[in-house]
């Protein structure tokens, strides 16, 4: 019965691992294959982007009153004590040994977030911070004991039980104007037809760091290594205990002279390495979708100037008509005054006069300045979604091509992309005729 239960136990310890480890990697190909957008070429979905944080709405962190977004604090307090405890050998002897345990308890603490805004030189985009996984930059870490002022003065009256009369107090923030990276889902405000980035429950993850991109995949990388080396230790113990539970007792080094213990320990691999090749199958799939998607965002670019440009054209086109029969008819007007002489009529005719240079010429321009910039609003974002298109694109060619993930991208039924090029893509453009 014993060594069911040390069995059970222990595969479970390795299965809870594997899940995590599953998950680590899942969050890492997402990171690696997202191509990072301009705030200008955010589009409906899960994006990654950067940029500085800015708000009109500052806060003061609460230790250091740091500029900031956003913040974290709190407040531990050190314990420690001693433990007695007896045993009992197979001849009835009873030993005692004491030992020291100690430890940290926070005894205070919170997290300030409110919406704030991402720049880049391309514009903003508002952020969202609830429920983000937040990695935030240490800006205050300080010790004391209750000796120091600051130690009752920040902190509560009361200690805790078997306190060491030692207290931390940290601070982590998101400073005003310091570099972000984040990866969430982009969705469309409430308030204006703009996009913003929010949690998202069908979102893979929604990530706010002061890291850059290259750390926090290099801590990722580095606790996949973590996790199978424990598992690794976990399962040599497990099967190590497994053979001793009935009192048949093994050194290591005997433990590790059976040929039995080899196979059990080569068996230990094949579960991460199944792991490993299940995710990248399934982000080999996830790619060529992101592709496809990145390919119609395209289209649905190309499609919107094709809408739009003409509707804004004929409504100016409208305008502009308008316009001339207005200048045309204030002229008839302005003629016929001319040939009346009266006080009356010179005062009027000095105001068509005013109305007739003035009204034409200003709403005209405002006219042409929109439609040119809607114009050149348009041609960005179809330049922001074929250069997305090209770096997802061109990420999917990369890992096709790299040896082991091109077998596995083989049996995922994944191919080469096509980069966009203006040779081999025509899409006509609308044509803006402003003779008539």
């Not at 191509?35 to 962190?61: C, D, H, Q, R």
């Not at 409504?315 to 009356?344: D, F």
């Amino acid at each position: 019965m014993n060594n069911i239960f040390i069995l059970v136990i222990g595969l479970i310890f390795i299965l809870v691992l594997m899940l995590i480890y599953k998950q680590i990697l899942k969050k890492i190909r997402i990171i690696e294959d997202i191509p990072t957008s301009s705030i200008k070429g955010v589009f409906i979905g899960l994006v990654e982007i950067k940029g500085t944080a800015e708000t009109e709405n500052e806060i003061l962190s609460k230790f250091t009153s740091t500029p900031c977004v956003s913040y974290a604090w709190g407040i531990s307090e050190h314990w420690e004590y001693e433990v007695t405890t007896e045993s009992t050998d197979k001849d009835g002897n009873t030993t005692s040994s004491t030992s020291t345990k100690s430890g940290w308890t926070e005894i205070e603490g919170g997290i300030v977030l409110q919406p704030f805004y991402l720049k880049d030189e391309t514009g903003v985009i508002l952020i969202n911070p609830e429920k983000a996984e937040l990695e935030m930059t240490e800006s205050y870490n300080f010790e004391c004991t209750n000796a120091d002022s600051y130690y009752f003065e920040y902190g509560p009256p009361n200690e805790v039980s078997d306190s060491t009369h030692k207290r931390r107090f940290f601070e982590k923030t998101f400073s005003l104007h310091e570099k972000l990276y984040i990866v969430g889902q982009a969705k469309i405000r409430d308030d204006v037809v703009a996009p913003e980035i929010t949690f998202d429950s069908l979102c893979p993850f929604f990530l706010i760091s002061s890291k850059d991109e290259k750390q926090i995949n290099s801590n990722l990388r580095w606790n996949t290594w973590g996790i199978v080396f424990l598992g690794f230790l976990i399962w040599i113990g497990t099967f190590w205990l497994w053979e001793n539970a009935e009192g048949n007792q093994k050194n290591l080094s005997t433990y590790f002279k059976n040929y039995w213990t080899y196979i059990c320990t080569s068996s230990y691999f094949a579960m991460p390495l199944f792991v490993w090749f299940f995710q990248v199958f399934n982000s080999m799939v996830d790619l060529r979708n992101r592709t496809n998607r990145a390919w119609s965002l395209i289209d649905i670019e190309l499609k919107r100037r094709a809408d739009l440009l003409p509707k804004l054209f004929e409504c100016m086109q409208g305008i502009q008509a308008y316009e001339k029969e207005t200048q045309t008819t204030l002229t008839i007007l302005r003629n016929e005054i001319s040939k009346t002489e009266n006080s009356s009529a010179t005062s009027l005719m000095g105001q068509i006069n005013i109305l007739a240079e003035a009204y034409p010429n200003l709403k005209s321009s405002k006219n042409f300045s929109a439609l040119m910039h809607e114009l050149s609003n348009t041609e960005d974002r179809i330049a922001l979604a074929r250069n997305y298109f090209n770096e997802t694109a061109t990420w999917q060619n990369t890992r096709i091509e790299r040896i082991p993930e091109g077998w596995i991208a083989r049996l995922a039924g994944v191919s080469l992309a096509k980069i966009w090029n203006a040779e081999g893509f025509e899409r006509s453009n609308v044509d803006l005729n402003f003779k008539s």
